[in-house]
Protein backbone atom coordinates (compact mmCIF):
# COMPACT_ATOMS: atom_id res chain seq x y z
CA UNK A 1 0.00 0.00 0.00
CA UNK A 2 0.59 3.89 -0.53
CA UNK A 3 0.37 4.31 3.03
CA UNK A 4 -0.22 2.50 6.46
CA UNK A 5 -3.16 2.05 7.72
CA UNK A 6 -2.61 3.71 10.73
CA UNK A 7 -2.41 7.07 8.49
CA UNK A 8 -5.90 6.27 7.45
CA UNK A 9 -7.01 5.79 10.63
CA UNK A 10 -5.73 9.28 11.94
CA UNK A 11 -7.43 10.72 8.74
CA UNK A 12 -11.06 9.48 9.56
CA UNK A 13 -10.20 11.12 13.42
CA UNK A 14 -10.58 13.99 12.08
CA UNK A 15 -14.06 13.46 10.37
CA UNK A 16 -15.39 10.86 12.76
CA UNK A 17 -16.08 10.18 16.45
CA UNK A 18 -15.64 6.60 16.42
CA UNK A 19 -12.98 4.81 14.41
CA UNK A 20 -12.83 1.08 15.19
CA UNK A 21 -10.12 -1.24 14.00
CA UNK A 22 -11.76 -4.41 13.42
CA UNK A 23 -10.18 -7.24 16.14
CA UNK A 24 -7.87 -4.79 17.97
CA UNK A 25 -10.18 -1.71 19.20
CA UNK A 26 -12.46 1.58 18.92
CA UNK A 27 -10.95 4.94 18.95
CA UNK A 28 -13.53 7.33 20.71
CA UNK A 29 -13.72 11.09 20.16
CA UNK A 30 -14.82 13.29 22.93
CA UNK A 31 -14.59 17.11 21.65
CA UNK A 32 -13.51 19.50 23.98
CA UNK A 33 -14.06 23.28 24.69
CA UNK A 34 -11.08 25.48 24.84
CA UNK A 35 -9.90 26.39 28.38
CA UNK A 36 -8.57 28.82 30.32
CA UNK A 37 -5.79 27.76 33.18
CA UNK A 38 -6.02 30.88 35.65
CA UNK A 39 -2.92 29.36 37.49
CA UNK A 40 -0.35 29.54 34.23
CA UNK A 41 -2.85 31.83 31.87
CA UNK A 42 -2.31 29.46 28.90
CA UNK A 43 -5.53 29.50 27.02
CA UNK A 44 -5.65 25.84 25.09
CA UNK A 45 -7.73 25.94 21.58
CA UNK A 46 -10.81 23.40 21.39
CA UNK A 47 -9.91 19.79 20.85
CA UNK A 48 -10.69 16.44 20.27
CA UNK A 49 -10.17 14.01 23.45
CA UNK A 50 -9.28 10.33 22.39
CA UNK A 51 -10.33 6.89 23.92
CA UNK A 52 -9.65 3.97 23.21
CA UNK A 53 -12.38 1.25 23.49
CA UNK A 54 -11.00 -2.60 23.31
CA UNK A 55 -14.46 -3.67 23.59
CA UNK A 56 -15.43 -2.28 19.89
CA UNK A 57 -14.00 -4.95 17.95
CA UNK A 58 -16.75 -5.51 15.28
CA UNK A 59 -16.04 -4.43 11.53
CA UNK A 60 -18.24 -1.32 10.56
CA UNK A 61 -16.78 -0.89 7.11
CA UNK A 62 -15.80 2.50 8.00
CA UNK A 63 -11.72 1.80 8.18
CA UNK A 64 -11.87 -0.49 5.32
CA UNK A 65 -13.85 1.65 2.65
CA UNK A 66 -12.10 4.50 3.22
CA UNK A 67 -8.57 2.08 2.64
CA UNK A 68 -10.26 0.87 -0.61
CA UNK A 69 -11.41 4.18 -1.85
CA UNK A 70 -7.32 6.10 -1.23
CA UNK A 71 -5.43 3.03 -2.11
CA UNK A 72 -7.94 2.00 -5.19
CA UNK A 73 -7.62 -1.32 -3.88
CA UNK A 74 -10.55 -4.20 -3.82
CA UNK A 75 -12.71 -3.84 -0.27
CA UNK A 76 -11.32 -7.84 -0.17
CA UNK A 77 -7.50 -6.76 -0.41
CA UNK A 78 -8.09 -4.14 1.81
CA UNK A 79 -10.27 -6.31 4.61
CA UNK A 80 -6.54 -8.42 4.51
CA UNK A 81 -4.87 -5.26 4.79
CA UNK A 82 -6.28 -4.03 7.61
CA UNK A 83 -6.58 -7.54 9.42
CA UNK A 84 -2.73 -8.20 9.03
CA UNK A 85 -2.40 -4.95 10.76
CA UNK A 86 -4.15 -5.52 13.54
CA UNK A 87 -2.37 -8.62 13.54
CA UNK A 88 0.76 -7.49 13.90
CA UNK A 89 -0.01 -4.28 16.29
CA UNK A 90 -1.91 -7.20 18.99
CA UNK A 91 1.70 -9.45 18.85
CA UNK A 92 4.04 -6.42 19.58
CA UNK A 93 1.66 -5.17 22.21
CA UNK A 94 1.77 -8.69 24.14
CA UNK A 95 5.34 -9.09 23.34
CA UNK A 96 6.95 -5.93 24.31
CA UNK A 97 3.95 -4.65 26.89
CA UNK A 98 3.81 -1.50 25.27
CA UNK A 99 3.51 -0.08 21.86
CA UNK A 100 3.23 3.22 19.99
CA UNK A 101 0.88 3.95 16.94
CA UNK A 102 2.20 7.07 15.08
CA UNK A 103 0.10 10.59 15.77
CA UNK A 104 -2.57 8.47 17.76
CA UNK A 105 -1.35 7.61 21.17
CA UNK A 106 0.80 4.85 23.42
CA UNK A 107 -0.44 1.74 24.46
CA UNK A 108 0.74 -0.16 27.52
CA UNK A 109 -0.35 -3.63 29.08
CA UNK A 110 -0.92 -3.87 32.24
CA UNK A 111 -0.44 -7.27 34.70
CA UNK A 112 -4.40 -8.13 34.63
CA UNK A 113 -4.29 -8.18 30.58
CA UNK A 114 -6.41 -4.64 30.46
CA UNK A 115 -5.12 -2.09 27.71
CA UNK A 116 -3.83 1.68 28.99
CA UNK A 117 -4.10 4.12 26.18
CA UNK A 118 -2.33 7.86 26.48
CA UNK A 119 -3.28 9.87 23.74
CA UNK A 120 -0.04 11.55 21.42
CA UNK A 121 -0.79 15.21 22.79
CA UNK A 122 0.98 16.22 19.50
CA UNK A 123 -1.93 15.65 17.24
CA UNK A 124 -5.56 17.98 17.56
CA UNK A 125 -8.07 16.18 15.60
CA UNK A 126 -10.39 19.26 16.20
CA UNK A 127 -11.58 21.10 12.89
CA UNK A 128 -12.37 23.86 15.08
CA UNK A 129 -8.89 24.33 16.08
CA UNK A 130 -7.32 23.96 12.89
CA UNK A 131 -4.22 26.08 12.76
CA UNK A 132 -4.56 27.25 16.45
CA UNK A 133 -2.13 26.88 19.62
CA UNK A 134 -2.16 27.59 23.17
CA UNK A 135 -1.34 31.30 23.41
CA UNK A 136 -0.88 33.20 26.94
CA UNK A 137 -3.65 35.14 28.30
CA UNK A 138 -3.19 38.49 29.13
CA UNK A 139 -5.88 40.81 31.39
CA UNK A 140 -7.56 43.49 29.66
CA UNK A 141 -8.39 46.96 31.02
CA UNK A 142 -10.57 48.83 29.77
CA UNK A 143 -10.63 52.85 29.34
CA UNK A 144 -13.51 54.46 31.97
CA UNK A 145 -12.29 58.08 29.26
CA UNK A 146 -16.01 58.83 28.56
CA UNK A 147 -17.34 58.13 32.12
CA UNK A 148 -14.69 60.20 33.76
CA UNK A 149 -15.09 63.17 31.44
CA UNK A 150 -18.82 63.14 32.94
CA UNK A 151 -18.24 62.82 36.29
CA UNK A 152 -16.11 66.00 35.81
CA UNK A 153 -18.05 68.14 34.14
CA UNK A 154 -21.10 66.97 36.87
CA UNK A 155 -18.76 68.55 39.37
CA UNK A 156 -17.56 71.36 37.43
CA UNK A 157 -21.42 72.29 37.42
CA UNK A 158 -21.72 71.90 41.33
CA UNK A 159 -18.93 74.48 41.42
CA UNK A 160 -20.72 77.26 39.03
CA UNK A 161 -23.60 79.90 40.36
CA UNK A 162 -26.75 78.26 41.45
CA UNK A 163 -28.66 80.39 38.56
CA UNK A 164 -31.10 78.75 37.11
CA UNK A 165 -30.52 79.65 33.86
CA UNK A 166 -26.93 78.63 34.15
CA UNK A 167 -28.20 75.09 35.29
CA UNK A 168 -30.55 74.78 31.98
CA UNK A 169 -28.03 75.61 29.77
CA UNK A 170 -25.27 72.91 31.26
CA UNK A 171 -28.45 70.39 31.08
CA UNK A 172 -28.72 70.98 27.18
CA UNK A 173 -25.07 69.31 27.08
CA UNK A 174 -25.28 66.87 29.95
CA UNK A 175 -27.65 65.02 28.01
CA UNK A 176 -25.99 64.46 25.08
CA UNK A 177 -22.98 63.28 27.41
CA UNK A 178 -24.28 60.78 29.17
CA UNK A 179 -26.01 59.16 26.04
CA UNK A 180 -22.56 59.16 24.50
CA UNK A 181 -21.26 57.24 27.89
CA UNK A 182 -23.32 54.29 26.52
CA UNK A 183 -22.00 54.16 22.93
CA UNK A 184 -19.05 51.53 22.54
CA UNK A 185 -15.66 52.40 23.32
CA UNK A 186 -14.72 51.82 19.40
CA UNK A 187 -16.75 55.42 18.25
CA UNK A 188 -14.27 57.13 20.23
CA UNK A 189 -13.03 59.24 16.80
CA UNK A 190 -17.07 60.42 16.43
CA UNK A 191 -17.10 60.85 20.74
CA UNK A 192 -14.06 62.84 20.02
CA UNK A 193 -15.73 65.31 17.64
CA UNK A 194 -19.05 65.74 18.94
CA UNK A 195 -16.89 67.03 22.60
CA UNK A 196 -15.01 69.24 19.79
CA UNK A 197 -18.55 70.69 18.80
CA UNK A 198 -20.12 70.76 22.49
CA UNK A 199 -16.62 73.13 24.18
CA UNK A 200 -17.50 75.89 21.75
CA UNK A 201 -20.40 76.61 23.68
CA UNK A 202 -19.07 77.09 27.05
CA UNK A 203 -21.79 76.89 28.82
CA UNK A 204 -20.00 78.06 32.25
CA UNK A 205 -19.35 81.61 31.03
CA UNK A 206 -20.00 83.98 33.28
CA UNK A 207 -21.57 86.83 30.71
CA UNK A 208 -25.01 87.17 30.98
CA UNK A 209 -27.93 84.70 28.77
CA UNK A 210 -29.20 86.77 26.29
CA UNK A 211 -30.76 83.63 24.39
CA UNK A 212 -34.03 81.79 25.57
CA UNK A 213 -33.00 78.22 26.32
CA UNK A 214 -35.12 77.05 23.47
CA UNK A 215 -32.47 78.41 20.87
CA UNK A 216 -29.48 77.43 22.87
CA UNK A 217 -30.52 73.79 22.21
CA UNK A 218 -31.20 74.42 18.68
CA UNK A 219 -28.08 75.80 17.97
CA UNK A 220 -26.07 72.22 19.45
CA UNK A 221 -28.62 70.41 16.93
CA UNK A 222 -30.82 68.13 19.03
CA UNK A 223 -33.43 68.27 16.51
CA UNK A 224 -35.56 65.77 14.62
CA UNK A 225 -32.84 65.81 12.09
CA UNK A 226 -29.76 62.47 12.37
CA UNK A 227 -27.44 63.45 14.97
CA UNK A 228 -24.17 61.28 15.49
CA UNK A 229 -25.49 59.07 18.17
CA UNK A 230 -28.37 58.14 15.89
CA UNK A 231 -25.88 57.00 13.00
CA UNK A 232 -23.53 54.97 15.35
CA UNK A 233 -26.63 53.07 16.93
CA UNK A 234 -27.75 52.79 13.29
CA UNK A 235 -24.18 51.36 12.33
CA UNK A 236 -24.36 48.91 15.16
CA UNK A 237 -27.71 47.05 14.52
CA UNK A 238 -26.31 46.62 10.75
CA UNK A 239 -27.24 43.30 10.13
CA UNK A 240 -23.84 40.57 9.17
CA UNK A 241 -23.66 39.79 5.66
CA UNK A 242 -22.27 36.24 5.65
CA UNK A 243 -19.95 35.65 2.47
CA UNK A 244 -19.00 32.13 1.15
CA UNK A 245 -15.27 31.51 2.05
CA UNK A 246 -13.12 29.39 -0.77
CA UNK A 247 -10.04 27.32 1.30
CA UNK A 248 -6.60 27.13 -0.80
CA UNK A 249 -3.49 25.18 -0.32
CA UNK A 250 -0.55 27.25 -1.22
CA UNK A 251 2.12 25.56 -2.34
CA UNK A 252 5.09 29.25 -2.27
CA UNK A 253 4.72 32.99 -2.48
CA UNK A 254 6.44 34.68 -4.91
CA UNK A 255 7.59 38.28 -5.40
CA UNK A 256 8.42 37.80 -9.15
CA UNK A 257 6.06 36.67 -12.01
CA UNK A 258 8.85 34.37 -13.62
CA UNK A 259 8.69 32.81 -10.43
CA UNK A 260 5.38 32.55 -9.67
CA UNK A 261 5.00 30.99 -13.47
CA UNK A 262 7.87 28.37 -13.29
CA UNK A 263 5.72 26.76 -9.69
CA UNK A 264 2.84 26.86 -12.28
CA UNK A 265 3.99 24.88 -14.75
CA UNK A 266 5.41 22.42 -12.17
CA UNK A 267 2.31 21.70 -10.98
CA UNK A 268 -0.07 21.79 -14.18
CA UNK A 269 2.61 18.85 -15.20
CA UNK A 270 1.48 17.31 -12.17
CA UNK A 271 -2.05 17.41 -12.69
CA UNK A 272 -3.42 20.11 -9.88
CA UNK A 273 -5.88 23.02 -10.56
CA UNK A 274 -3.42 25.37 -10.20
CA UNK A 275 -3.78 29.27 -10.17
CA UNK A 276 -2.48 32.33 -8.41
CA UNK A 277 -4.27 33.77 -5.60
CA UNK A 278 -4.95 37.37 -5.80
CA UNK A 279 -4.24 39.56 -2.55
CA UNK A 280 -1.30 40.95 -0.93
CA UNK A 281 2.09 42.33 -1.75
CA UNK A 282 3.22 38.40 -3.04
CA UNK A 283 2.02 35.95 -5.52
CA UNK A 284 0.50 33.14 -3.87
CA UNK A 285 0.54 29.81 -5.96
CA UNK A 286 -2.05 26.90 -4.77
CA UNK A 287 -2.12 23.51 -6.00
CA UNK A 288 -6.38 23.60 -5.53
CA UNK A 289 -9.14 25.55 -4.07
CA UNK A 290 -11.80 23.64 -2.05
CA UNK A 291 -15.27 25.10 -0.85
CA UNK A 292 -15.27 22.64 1.83
CA UNK A 293 -12.98 22.99 4.71
CA UNK A 294 -13.09 19.45 5.58
CA UNK A 295 -12.36 18.62 1.81
CA UNK A 296 -9.61 21.15 1.87
CA UNK A 297 -7.72 19.37 5.23
CA UNK A 298 -7.36 16.26 3.66
CA UNK A 299 -5.65 17.19 0.81
CA UNK A 300 -3.53 19.16 2.77
CA UNK A 301 -2.21 16.23 4.59
CA UNK A 302 -1.72 13.89 1.64
CA UNK A 303 0.07 17.21 0.23
CA UNK A 304 2.39 17.85 3.33
CA UNK A 305 3.47 14.07 2.85
CA UNK A 306 5.66 15.71 -0.08
CA UNK A 307 5.54 19.38 0.60
CA UNK A 308 5.84 20.19 4.19
CA UNK A 309 5.81 23.70 3.43
CA UNK A 310 2.57 23.94 2.53
CA UNK A 311 -0.21 25.80 4.18
CA UNK A 312 -4.07 26.15 3.94
CA UNK A 313 -5.33 29.68 3.03
CA UNK A 314 -8.73 30.81 3.50
CA UNK A 315 -10.55 33.55 1.94
Same mark, same amino acid.
Not at 180 to 207: G, H, K, W
Not at 227 to 237: L, N, Q, R, V, Y
Given at each position: ?72 ? %? ?32 ? +? ?12 ? %? ?11 ? +? ?77 ? %? ?101
Amino acid at each position: MNKTVEHYISELLFLHDCVILPNFGGFVGNPQSAKLNKTTGVLSPPSKQILFNANLKTNDGLLITHVSNQEEI %TQEIAKNEVANYATKITAKLDGSKVLRIDKIGLF +TLGREGNIIFLQDS %TSNYSLDAFGMKA +THNKTVERETIVEEKVAATIKSIRSQSNNPRTFLKAAAVIIPLIALSYISITQQDRINTVYTQMASLNPFENTAIEKPI %TEVITEINIEVEPSPIAEIIKEEIAPNIITEKMYYIIAGAFAEQKNADKMIAKLKKWNYNTEIVPGGNLMRVSYDSFNNREDAILALNKIKQENSAAWLLTK
